[in-house]
């Protein structure tokens, strides 16, 4: 599975298995770091293997420009993007 910095993928694994996240940065193959701005602050990531996740058709493009760009992804920004994503679903 191929990940970037901005995907939304959930965890398929884990106490926090069926949870979104927002991939913050690739850390090799096998691991990435990722957030979700409420458990999993941006300060604090956590570093995740990549068979544990599952991607989904969603790339949080604000937070992927602001990656891109060197700009400060903050908390609200992903908590944004992923309660977007959950209305979307619930739709």
Request: net charge positive.
């Amino acid at each position: 599975m191929e990940l970037s910095a901005g995907d939304v993928v959930y965890s398929k694994a884990g106490r926090d298995k069926g949870k979104n996240f927002v991939v913050m940065e690739i850390v090799d193959e096998q691991y990435v770091f990722i957030c979700d701005g409420n458990l999993r602050k941006v300060d604090k990531p956590k570093k995740k293997k990549v068979k544990h996740l599952g991607k989904t058709a969603v790339t949080a493009n604000l937070v992927k420009e602001k990656l891109q760009s060197g700009t400060r992804v903050t908390n609200p920004d992903l908590r944004k993007v992923l309660s977007e994503l959950e209305l979307s679903a619930n739709i």
